[in-house]
C-alpha cells in the first residue's frame, strides 16, 4: 500500500521555465510534508519542508504547496536551472510516529535541458 | 557532505551469503534509520534505532537485523542473502526527537548479490 505517490517517474523541463513535481498521499494522518532532491552516487538532501497548517513555503527557487483537501502537494522550481536535474521524493510524516519516521514517494526524475 | 558515514560504499556477494553494513550519524544524533532502494524504487523504510534502542520497524525482513551501539553507530546485518536484496541501503539520522524536521542521509552502501 503506497501511501505516499509520485505519478511521474520523469519530467523534462528547458532551462529557465517551471518545474513543477506532484506527489499525493493517502494517509490524512500525514501532518509534515518534505522534498528531497538526489544526485546520482549521493545520498538524498533535504530541499524544502511544509507543515499542514500552511498552505505553501517557499525558499527561493524551490516553492511547496499543500492541499490538504485533496491531498496534493507539489513543488515548484523557478526558475529552472541544469544543476536542478536530479530525482526528487517527497515525504511525509505524521505526529505520533515514531521519531521522524518518513515515508517516501517512488521520486520524479527530473531533467533541466540548457 | 551530512557529516553522516556509510562503509562499504559497494559490496559484491553471492546468494546465501551474510553481510553487515555500517553507519555513524552525525555527530550528536541519536536516532539513525535504515531505508532501502531497491532500482527504480522510491526508499523504503526498514527500521529505525533511538539512542540504542529499537524505535520503529518498517518493511524489514526476518533475515536483517540491526542494531545501535553505545557511540551510536549502527549496523544493518543482512543474511541469507538472495538475489532480490541487491539494492541501495541508505543510513540517515536526525536529534531524533518527536518532529526534529528533516533526516540527513548518508550516501548509501550499494550491495549486489550474485
Known amino acids: 500500500d503506497q501511501q505516499v505517490k509520485q505519478n511521474s517517474p520523469s519530467l523534462s523541463v528547458q532551462e529557465g521555465r517551471i518545474s513543477i513535481l506532484n506527489c499525493d498521499y493517502t494517509?490524512?494522518?500525514?501532518?509534515?510534508f518534505l522534498w528531497y532532491k538526489k544526485y546520482p552516487a549521493e545520498g538524498p538532501t533535504f530541499l524544502i519542508s511544509i507543515s499542514s497548517i500552511k498552505d505553501k513555503n517557499e525558499d527561493g527557487r524551490f516553492t511547496v504547496f499543500l492541499n490538504k483537501s485533496a491531498k496534493h502537494l507539489s513543488l515548484h522550481i523557478v526558475p529552472s536551472q541544469p544543476g536542478d536535474s536530479a530525482v526528487y521524493f517527497c515525504?511525509?510524516?505524521?505526529?505520533?510516529?515514531?521519531?521522524?519516521?518518513?515515508?517516501f514517494g517512488g521520486g520524479t526524475r527530473l531533467m533541466v535541458k540548457p | 557532505d551530512s557529516g553522516v558515514t556509510q562503509t562499504p560504499k559497494h559490496l559484491i556477494t553471492a546468494t546465501g551469503q551474510r553481510v553487515t553494513l555500517r553507519c555513524s550519524p552525525r555527530s550528536g544524533d541519536l536516532s539513525v534509520y535504515w531505508y532501502q532502494q531497491s532500482l527504480d524504487q522510491g526508499l523504503q523504510f526498514l527500521i529505525q534505532?533511538?539512542?540504542?534502542?529499537?524505535?520503529a520497524k518498517g518493511n524489514i525482513l526476518e533475515r536483517f537485523s540491526a542494531q545501535q551501539f553505545p557511540d551510536l553507530h549502527s549496523e544493518l546485518n543482512l543474511s541469507s542473502l538472495e538475489l532480490g536484496d541487491s539494492a541501495l541501503y541508505f543510513c540517515?539520522?536526525?536529534?531524533?526527537?518527536?518532529?526534529?524536521?528533516?533526516?540527513?542521509f548518508g550516501e548509501g552502501s550499494r550491495l549486489t548479490v550474485l
Open positions: 515525504a511525509a510524516s505524521a505526529w505520533g510516529n515514531a521519531g521522524n519516521m518518513l515515508t
Open positions: 540517515a539520522s536526525s536529534e531524533g526527537g518527536p518532529r526534529t524536521g528533516e533526516l540527513f
Open positions: 534505532y533511538y539512542n540504542g534502542e529499537e524505535r
Open positions: 494517509n490524512s494522518m500525514f501532518d509534515y
